[in-house]
């Protein structure tokens, strides 16, 4: 097991959107459980891959990114998101960094759609999107250090592991368990496929933005 704490990566601004995400979806979250009508809720903005076949509750797509299923949901993605989301933002900038987040979630549930379109489940969450921030945070920082928490016979060490083997692996994880579970032909609770879609839209999202900092920095060398 693999805990990230932070990453070894500083940002030059403040991560104003990244916060705004997350206290946007924690407000959220709280207020669904505090209605009193959190199923219902759910079942009104989550996403039903067969209502969105029928081109049914489109609007779906994006209000299913802000709803979380449950306390270890909400604070597993927020968390998530406020490691690696600071640099995504420094980065692309923060107009570039929603259509990011959103692109990657829209895309995220896309690819769960195709996985079961006939599925009547309703989904939720946010890790479509944030899946999509990783993907662009492996991309553009590979070589940068995530200071990790892992548990190895039960004993807890804490270990720097540089970006692309923390996140190759994380993905690699979402590629096998979807893999198997399809297979298999096992019902699951985690939108897996939503988490490969996410992460492949946000690294390739993110490119354009990677060719233009090696540009850049090939004028600033000829100089």
Same mark, same amino acid.
């Given at each position: 097991m693999a805990f990230p704490l932070k990453d070894e990566n500083p940002v030059k601004g403040k991560p104003i959107l990244t916060v705004l995400l997350i206290v946007l979806n924690s407000a959220i979250f709280l207020g669904c459980l505090l209605s009193g009508s959190f199923v219902e809720i759910v079942e009104s903005y989550g996403m039903v891959p067969r209502d969105i076949v029928r081109g049914q509750r489109l609007?779906?797509?994006?209000?299913?990114?802000?709803?979380?299923?449950? *306390?270890?949901?909400?604070? &597993?993605?927020?968390? *998530?998101?406020?490691?690696?989301? #600071?640099?995504?933002? #420094?980065?692309? &900038?923060?107009?570039?960094?929603?259509?990011?987040y959103l692109g990657s979630g829209l895309i995220a549930s896309l690819a769960h759609i195709l996985s079961d379109p006939s599925s009547t489940i309703?989904?939720?969450?946010?890790?479509?999107?944030?899946?999509?921030?990783?993907?662009?945070?492996?991309?553009? *920082?590979?070589?940068?250090?995530?200071?990790?928490?892992?548990?190895?016979?039960?004993?807890?060490?804490?270990?720097?592991?540089?970006?692309?083997?923390?996140?190759?692996?994380?993905?690699?994880?979402?590629?096998?368990?979807?893999?198997?579970?399809?297979?298999?032909?096992?019902?699951?609770?985690?939108? *897996?496929?939503?988490?490969?879609?996410?992460?492949?839209?946000g690294a390739v999202l993110v490119l354009p933005l990677r060719r233009y900092r090696k540009r850049r920095r090939l004028t600033f060398s000829r100089a």
């Open positions: 609007y779906t797509l994006f209000t299913s990114m802000f709803l979380h299923g449950g *306390y270890l949901h909400i604070i &597993g993605n927020m968390w *998530y998101l406020w490691i690696f989301g #600071d640099n995504i933002e #420094d980065a692309c &900038g923060r107009l570039r960094f929603l259509l990011l309703p989904t939720i969450g946010a890790s479509g999107a944030i899946s999509g921030v990783l993907g662009a945070y492996l991309v553009l *920082y590979p070589r940068a250090n995530v200071l990790t928490l892992v548990t190895v016979f039960f004993i807890w060490h804490l270990v720097k592991i540089p970006a692309i083997a923390f996140l190759g692996f994380w993905f690699l994880l979402q590629v096998l368990s979807a893999s198997v579970l399809l297979i298999a032909r096992i019902p699951s609770t985690v939108a *897996y496929w939503a988490h490969i879609g996410g992460f492949l839209a």
